[in-house]
């Protein structure tokens, strides 16, 4: 007979569920059908590129708001305003097509996920891996708090709702728990209820930019009085000096806060696994849908923005309605025809719901990205846990605290928190790209010059942008990301460290266990002796014939009735041992005996069993002491100590003790 044996005769019943925890995350799916949480193209894209494709709605209101900053608000530069801002959407999507071929080879390369974290420890070594695993880290709890910001300014710019705005960062943490809570409901679940607005969003936002540019052709009107062409005189600036160097530092600046839009895209590389066989070829396909979408919105609504001399600004707490809200006003309307009404709250309201579930894509992308670095041994082993939903229970929870902690700490604002977006997202992209680079040239292969000229290609243009990112955002406030994420770096080394040392120190490699026997004296602790006492004595003296019972002596008075009852009901099978304790210390005294017992043999184990109320309701709980949290705690970490709890039930004894007298 072998000498493990794996037990198989009868499939184990479900657990009982809290109804409760029923309602909230629904029943447990077990570990077979974790097949089944696979997602389908259709779905996938809403959960992995809804950040993506969410980002428009703040891309080109970041650009706009860094011209107009400048002075190119005025009538007279109107045509360089339109031109800029154009010229820089256009950079954009072209960096963005050279970062979505990059990473399709990417998702070939590594079908097991993990993106720039696993690209870059796999080609450039742990230490670039470490920081490319910082750097999205930050990036997806920044995605979070940005995301979900934008949606609740969009959501309160509506007359519907403006009174409100007054409470951004209530509404923004509202968001965050229902968010955490869908999630943690399992992943597929929450991908088939976000499916819907995600797909709302992009139609709305495709009729908006074709209504505002060909709609005039077909007779319909656009509100342009509904859109914000002027700068109050308290956020003025001086102008500044479009001669030379200042008009490249102009566009530098605009094209870096553009660079909002390219937030997101790794996460279909990120979570390669959650597609549906085949795998990879599923999430290029999604990957170039998303590419797509985003470059068409993106344009669209820069379009509509220069033809429409649409003007944003913001000053303190200050700041024009959102972009969108005013294409949304001037395309649909927010007066008169029912209909067109109608039409801008479907805009304002679907755009508010995909950018609060753009921070889904954060959801699924850091919890998974924090197990595979777990596994690593950089991050604590509990994150690598799936819980009865098959999600990475554990990194919902670490991520939906820290995005709720950076709300509250920027007020929820999204101007705020913009200086601080992309520096991560675009060090993830030069590290992974630089690792492919050295994929290909070591392992070469079918292609590989052309593979290595496309990675090389995004290397240098990720590289560039960093550049231009941490120039341009670092006074306003990257200076925090760079800060952040040295100090992730310095805590995975740490964590790291610590997990080799264990195991070295538990290696079997080379042991020979001792088989001599070991001694183990019970030490029973006795407050006083009643009912639940007896079970525990039972139990003391199947452990050991060095069974002692220990009464910390906190009041003398008590200290007779307790001997006089210990002679008449246990007698001399069990000592009673006395300790005073003139302070009225439970542990002091108990571990002064427990070191002298320590001490009375070598390999010598003591166990010291705590008997514990059972109250049968959790709210009675708090009438009786919590003496065994307090033992456990003071002596769980000694070596040699064994620290049981005994826990008796009043309810079940006061029922076997009735059935005996019936029986008598």
Same mark, same amino acid.
């Given at each position: ?113 993990? !993106? ?8 450039? !070594? ?119 160097? !200042? ?418």
């Amino acid at each position: 007979m072998p000498s493990a044996v794996r037990t198989g005769l009868r499939r184990p019943e479900r657990p009982a569920i809290n109804p409760l925890r029923l309602l909230l995350f629904g029943r447990p799916i077990p570990t077979e059908h974790q097949e089944h949480t696979k997602l389908p193209k259709i779905v996938a894209l809403p959960v992995f590129a809804s950040d993506a494709i969410s980002s428009v709605a703040y891309a080109t209101q970041q650009i706009i708001l860094v011209l107009a900053a400048a002075g190119l608000w005025t009538s007279e530069h109107k045509e360089l305003y339109s031109r800029l801002t154009l010229n820089v959407t256009a950079a954009i999507i072209l960096l963005l097509a050279i970062v979505v071929v990059s990473y399709w080879q990417v998702i070939f390369a590594f079908p097991g996920g993990g !993106g720039s974290y696993i690209v870059t420890r796999t080609s450039l !070594g742990i230490n670039f891996g470490l920081v490319a695993g910082a750097a999205l880290l930050i990036d997806y709890v920044l995605t979070v708090a940005v995301s979900i910001a934008a949606g609740v300014q969009n959501l309160l710019a509506t007359p519907l709702l403006n009174r409100f705005s007054d409470h951004t960062v209530e509404v923004c943490l509202l968001f965050i728990v229902g968010l955490t809570l869908a999630n943690l409901r399992g992943l597929k679940e929450s991908g088939t209820v976000f499916a819907i607005p995600t797909y709302l969003f992009v139609t709305m936002a495709s009729t908006m930019i074709l209504l505002g540019a060909f709609g005039p052709f077909i007779g319909w009107e656009i509100h342009a009085d509904a859109v914000n062409r002027e700068m109050p005189e308290f956020a003025r600036r001086p102008p500044l000096d479009l001669a030379g160097y !200042g008009i490249v530092l102009l566009v530098l600046k605009a094209f870096a806060n553009g660079c909002a839009a390219m937030t997101g895209t790794e996460a279909i590389s990120d979570t390669v696994p959650a597609f549906r066989e085949p795998v990879s070829r599923n999430a290029g396909i999604t990957l170039i849908w998303m590419a797509a979408i985003l470059a068409f919105l993106f344009m669209g609504i820069s379009y509509l923005s220069a033809n429409l001399h649409i003007v944003y600004w913001e000053v303190g707490h200050s700041r024009a309605m959102p972009v969108i809200d005013q294409l949304s006003a001037a395309v649909f309307g927010k007066t008169g025809s029912p209909f067109r009404v109608g039409l801008y709250y479907v805009m304002q309201f679907s755009t508010t719901i995909i950018l609060v579930l753009a921070a889904n894509t954060s959801f699924a992308g850091f919890p998974t990205l924090a197990s595979i670095m777990s596994r690593d041994r950089l991050l604590p082993r509990q994150l690598a846990n799936r819980g009865d939903k098959l999600v990475y229970s554990n990194g919902i929870v670490l991520l939906g605290l820290a995005a709720a902690l950076l709300v509250v700490a920027f007020r929820g604002s999204v101007e705020g928190l913009i200086p601080l977006y992309a520096v991560g997202v675009f060090t993830a992209f030069t590290l992974s790209q630089g690792g492919m680079c050295k994929r290909w040239l070591t392992q070469r292969g079918p292609r590989w010059r052309v593979k290595f000229a496309i990675n090389f290609v995004g290397t240098c243009a990720t590289a560039i942008v960093l550049t231009i990112i941490a120039v341009e955002k670092g006074p306003e406030g990257a200076w925090i990301v760079l800060f952040v994420g040295a100090a992730l770096v310095w805590l995975f080394r740490g964590i790291n460290r610590h997990y080799e040392r264990c195991r070295r120190d538990l290696s079997i490699i080379n042991f020979k266990p001792d088989t001599s026997d070991i001694t183990n004296t019970v030490l029973l602790l006795v407050p006083t002796l009643h009912r639940g006492i007896f079970p525990a004595l039972q139990y003391a003296r199947s452990l050991s014939p060095d069974c002692r019972a220990i009464h910390v002596e906190d009041n003398p008075d008590d200290t007779p009735r307790l001997v006089r009852e210990w002679d008449e009901y246990v007698g001399d099978e069990i000592p009673l041992v006395i300790l005073p304790s003139p302070y009225r210390s439970l542990i002091g005294p108990l571990l002064t005996y427990l070191n002298e017992v320590r001490r009375e043999r070598d390999d010598h184990i003591v166990t010291v069993i705590v008997p514990e109320f059972d109250p049968g309701k959790w709210y009675h709980a708090a009438l009786h002491n919590a003496n065994g949290f307090l033992v456990k705690h003071y002596l769980g970490h000694l070596p040699g100590v064994i620290v049981s709890n005994f826990r008796y039930h009043p309810n079940r004894m006061r029922t076997e003790n009735g059935s005996a007298n019936n029986g008598n």
